[in-house]
């Protein structure tokens, strides 16, 4: 069975304030160095390897293991998911 990566992005749901993304952008300002950037937002990004028989039960199988460990917070979070065959796999 092929391996593939799954990505999955965790990040605030908009709305939500994110102090990271904003002190980042604060110190950019602060700089002058990129006035044109009004907004920046942060995310988490988890990366597994998984061997499954295609891509759809992989990233079904990652987002039930995410759902199951409740690696997220589903009243703030949001998630994406996506899913490409690693190199080299056959």
Do not use: H
């Not at 593939?4 to 304030?17: A, D, M, R």
């Not at 700089?31 to 988490?44: D, F, L, Q, Y």
């Amino acid at each position: 069975m092929p391996a593939f990566v799954v990505s999955v992005t965790i990040e605030n749901k908009p709305g939500i304030s994110d102090p990271e993304g904003e002190t980042i952008l604060n110190d950019l300002v602060l700089r002058g160095s990129s006035e044109e950037i009004s907004r920046i937002r942060t995310a988490k990004m988890l990366k597994f390897t998984i061997i499954e028989a295609d891509k759809e039960s992989a990233g079904d199988r990652v987002e039930k293991i995410c759902n199951d460990l409740r690696i997220f917070n589903p009243l703030v979070s949001s998630v994406s998911i996506g899913v490409s065959e690693q190199a080299g796999s056959n």
